[in-house]
């Protein structure tokens, strides 16, 4: 029913258990601000599920406000207790029969000692979306999301990374990490592949009349942390001519400086009106061809409007959680009399295969390490939780939770 490992295969995988503990560690938060070490029973698996140790684990902007106290409630749930961290990079320690043919998302056979990355979402198969392939849609009917729901207080329990292992439900997508890949590289396959959406998507109109985002055209990156340099770094691939990066926090302006940007903008020192005609100065008077929001705060996607030249691509990806602050939208200042294109994305895809052969190809020209300020073992994450809402301290905190 399943595999277990042998004492050849333990010594080509040092990393991965020789004997099933009894209890597994993890971080779970209680409530707001709270989080606690709690034990669970390790799960138990058929010919249809898989068990993971998790490697590396990484702390989402969602889990920031979540910690924050600005989303606590998920389809009208309470989203507490829960065992965070959906960006997760495993090796298998069990596998069944059945799971081992069918969860890896090209369908390679899966064994012991595998490396993946998990799909955050598991979908019903069967609502409108999920039949029409929407690959960038929530299902309706989503049967879980790893790291977030159904709660820790829900059998099996261990759905998230900020666990020393987790259970893989069937129906879960898995993808192999190429045996020559970093974990601190492929563990950001999560955030990479909503950046790998989010400029496919601005590239759909026609670039050459000047339409959508091609090759040679302006960028501002609103929101520098992970998940925005991440951004800059994809429209780079793209082939991006200037490119502009704002943020609250020099720490992360100086991380996008080193990884893309040519130009930075501390906005808590510069005005939103002098910003925005400083970018402007630097495109020929009209602004950005392209402005991608990823600061999180409803106010910046209106920044993102008044910033972007007529006829531009705004790009919004940072509002994940609703803050419950409504913004002032004038519809015909800000999009119709600008003939804007406007894209937003709120889910980083199934099929990420292609993001892992990027993250491979360009890993020698992007330091994507250097986005780590913090690597934490359960212990840590504990006791310092609370680092994530410090964006002058920290960039992007990874969890490792069999840190010694």
């Known amino acids: 029913m399943s595999q277990i490992l042998d004492s050849e295969s333990f010594q080509r995988q040092p990393a991965v258990a020789s004997t ?8 779970a938060m209680t409530a707001p601000g709270e989080t606690e070490m709690r034990s669970y029973p390790y799960p138990t698996m058929d010919h249809d599920s898989a068990i993971l140790k998790v490697d590396m684990a990484g702390i989402c902007g969602t ?3 979540i910690f924050k106290g600005e989303a606590t409630e998920l389809r009208g749930k309470s989203i507490f207790p829960y065992v965070g961290g959906h960006e997760v990079i495993g090796t298998i320690v069990e596998i069944g029969d059945n799971a081992a043919k069918t969860m890896d998302y090209d369908k390679q056979l899966l064994q012991v000692g595998d490396r993946v990355s998990i799909a955050v979402e598991v979908n019903c198969g069967h609502c409108y979306y999920c039949r029409k392939h929407y690959n960038n849609t929530t299902c309706l009917n989503q049967i879980q999301a790893y790291g977030l729901h159904p709660n820790c207080e829900t059998k099996p329990y261990l759905r998230g990374g900020f666990a020393e292992y987790m259970y893989i439900r069937p129906g879960t997508h898995l993808f192999k990490v190429p045996e020559e890949m970093p974990t601190d590289v492929a563990v950001f396959v999560e955030e990479m592949a909503v950046a790998f959406h989010a400029l496919g998507r601005a590239a759909v109109p026609f ?6 985002f091609g090759p040679g055209m302006s960028v501002a990156v609103l929101g520098n942390g992970p998940l925005g340099i991440l951004h ?29 940007a040519d130009v930075t903008i501390n906005a808590s020192q510069v005005a939103e009106e002098d910003r925005i005609a400083q970018v402007k100065e630097m495109t020929e008077g009209v602004g950005p061809d392209l402005v991608i929001e990823s600061a999180g705060e409803p106010e910046a996607f209106i920044e993102a409007l008044k910033m972007v030249r007529k006829g ?18 004038d519809v015909m200042k800000h999009i119709s009399s600008k003939n804007l294109h406007i894209h937003s ?29 913090h690597r934490f073992g359960l212990d840590e994450l504990v006791e310092k939780f609370g680092t994530v809402t410090n964006f002058d301290e920290c960039c992007k905190i990874e969890v490792v939770p069999h840190k010694s």
């Open 345 to 373: 994305v709120f889910h980083c895809g199934t099929d990420w295969r292609p993001v892992l052969k990027i993250l491979q190809q360009q890993s020698d020209r992007y330091d994507f390490p250097s986005l780590i300020t």
């Open 207 to 212: 670039a050459p009349v000047n339409e959508g």
């Open 232 to 260: 800059g770094v994809m429209a780079t691939i793209h082939g991006a001519g200037l490119r502009i990066a704002t943020d609250l926090s020099d720490l992360r302006l100086s991380k996008a400086e080193s990884l893309y």
């Open 312 to 329: 531009g691509t705004v790009i919004e990806v940072g509002n994940w959680v609703d803050l419950g602050k409504p913004v002032a939208l």
């Open 63 to 65: 889990d920031r406000h």
């Open 20 to 27: 099933k503990p009894e209890t597994v560690r993890a971080v």
